[in-house]
């Protein structure tokens, strides 16, 4: 079977995990009058007690402020950022530990912070989602986070105030195996971003003309229509739409308005259903640095390497490939799947993925694609001698054997038990791109009313979400405080990609009381108003 078609196997599950399982559903929402826990409640206390600790205490302090750091190339944009420099310092501890991490917020004035500490399975009052669970951290305060990492796992931490997620705020949290099953000689952390802040605007400019809406495009007769390597012309018959050029970086409309330097409809990509984002970024960061400037990972021909892959970006899906390497699944979002031998990877916002490879002798590119979007970000792994690769290298990796999260299984360790569902609730995904009004349900989250239209669920049930994507739109599904299977054997995870008009089934035990957010990962969808509360009965 040629590559191609490999492909088109593998993808054809892609946003259809546990349709089988789908049946007559409850409807999504909650009944009036029920009383909620709150995050500071005594049944919060109880999870928490039961956590297995190990007593050791990891004490770290973060300080969030504006700076200008150094993305390679010549490029050297004023961002916000942890300790000065994007992605921030690893954070590493084992299962088991407590994290002690003292937020200091030194941003601009009257700009408030936190930090959510995205797949942790924590307590409810320090999940970072003000003002859900805890006051936003005004700017010359702190807060500090404290919480028990029970699960081992790939992980990061970044805030969930309004779309700070698309500036420099963000870095990897790996909470280590003690009993690690895993044999391999080093590891690497690979991060992955879209980047406009500083170079194009800001994320709150992208998001106010996000918000007028693409009726106001005007004339779009100018447009650049130039091919996009992600979609090749096997892939579909849209012809060469993929890689749409929204005009200047920096110029404003001749109506004294700003211009359409962010807006990217139209590009298209079948393996997420068609749109492929929103936004239009210069440029593509692996580990922060550009394409033309590369991070570089020295190793050893033959040594076995542990990539821990984090998409941290705010609009895009990257398809990740190792040139001349195959890549060994191995987790996703921290949870161990029965391994799968793989040429590439398709990774959504806020979805993690772990992998081995065995190195070969030479230089060779890691590649972030953006999917559909005519642009990647670029890494090396160098383990002798070679030249280094262009920067808009495209290995053939990324057209073989594409696995997304739905073709996986998870590790029998971690399967759900059997068990009847005793709740099942409906999430509409809702909104279109011309009107710009993403929700869930047909209801535009507040965050002030967190409360409000509540997904109610009760400790101790096997709960089911029906994701229903009734829009035009892929979005990437995030629930903070738990993991879900997909179906009845998919992986672990706390982030699905949901296609296009497709439904997504996914089984979680309620054991983390409190309220906990569950919105689409694309920044902006989120702040929007794609977001719910998924509540505890009191």
């Excluded at 004490?59 to 420099?85: H, Q, S, Y």
Aim: proline share 5%; aromatic share 6%.
């Amino acid at each position: 079977m040629d590559s191609i078609n490999r492909r088109s196997v593998l993808l054809a599950g892609l946003g259809v995990a546990g349709a089988g399982a789908l049946a007559a559903c409850s409807s999504g929402g909650a009944a009036g009058g029920n009383a909620l826990v709150s995050p500071t409640a005594s049944a919060v206390r109880a999870a928490d007690i039961k956590r297995k600790a190990t007593g050791r205490r990891k004490n770290i302090t973060l300080t969030a402020a504006p700076a200008m750091i150094d993305l390679g190339g010549g490029v050297m944009p004023k961002t916000w950022a942890f300790e000065g420099r994007t992605p921030g310092r690893e954070v590493r501890l084992s299962a088991g530990d407590t994290l002690v991490a003292e937020l200091s917020n030194q941003l601009p004035d009257r700009t408030t912070t936190a930090i959510h500490w995205h797949g942790i399975a924590l307590r409810n009052d320090m999940d970072g989602v003000p003002p859900a669970v805890q006051s936003a951290v005004r700017a010359g305060s702190t807060f500090t986070y404290s919480f028990i990492a029970p699960d081992p796992g790939t992980y990061f931490f970044h805030p969930h105030v309004g779309v700070q997620l698309d500036r420099g705020l963000y870095a990897p949290l790996i909470v280590e195996d003690p009993r690690e099953p895993l044999s391999y000689d080093d590891e690497w952390a690979v991060l992955l971003d879209d980047w406009l802040d500083g170079v194009t605007g800001t994320p709150d400019e992208a998001f106010t003309e996000l918000k007028r809406g693409m009726a106001d495009m005007g004339d779009m007769s100018g447009m650049d229509m130039g091919s996009d390597p992600s979609t090749s012309s096997s892939d579909h018959d849209m012809g060469d739409m993929g890689g749409m050029d929204m005009g200047s970086s920096a110029s404003a409309s001749s109506s004294g308005g700003m211009s359409k330097r962010f807006m990217l409809n139209g590009a298209t990509s079948t393996l997420l259903g068609g749109d492929a984002g929103d936004v239009k970024y210069p440029h593509h960061l692996i580990n922060g640095r550009v394409a033309a400037d590369p991070d570089v990972y020295t190793g050893k021909p033959g040594k076995k390497v542990r990539l821990r892959i984090i998409n941290a970006g705010a609009d895009t899906a990257y398809r990740v490939a190792l040139g001349g390497h195959k890549l060994t699944i191995t987790h996703t979002d921290g949870f161990p799947v029965q391994h799968q031998e793989v040429d590439a990877l398709l990774v959504g916002m806020g979805e993690r993925y772990d992998v081995l490879v065995t190195l070969d002798d030479g230089v060779f590119p890691l590649v972030a694609l953006a999917e559909g979007k005519n642009a990647n970000g670029l890494a090396l792994v160098r383990t002798g001698s070679g030249n280094k690769p262009s920067a808009t290298v495209r290995p053939k990796e990324l057209n073989g054997m594409i696995m997304t999260a739905s073709q996986l299984r998870a590790a029998d360790g971690v399967r759900l038990k059997s068990a009847k569902t005793d709740v099942t609730h409906q999430i509409k995904l809702t909104g279109n791109m011309m009107k710009y009004d993403w929700s869930i349900n047909g209801r535009a989250f507040d965050m002030a009313k967190p409360e409000a239209n509540p997904i109610v669920i009760e400790e101790g049930q096997r709960v089911r979400l029906d994701f229903v994507n009734t829009t035009e739109m892929w979005h990437p599904m995030h629930l903070h405080g738990h993991t879900y299977q997909l179906g009845n054997s998919g992986p672990r995870k706390d982030t699905v990609i949901v296609l296009p008009k497709r439904t997504v089934s996914v089984f979680l035990d309620a054991d983390n009381p409190g309220q906990w957010m569950l919105h689409c990962h694309n920044a902006y969808h989120g702040e929007t108003g794609m977001m719910a509360n998924v509540a505890y009965k009191a």
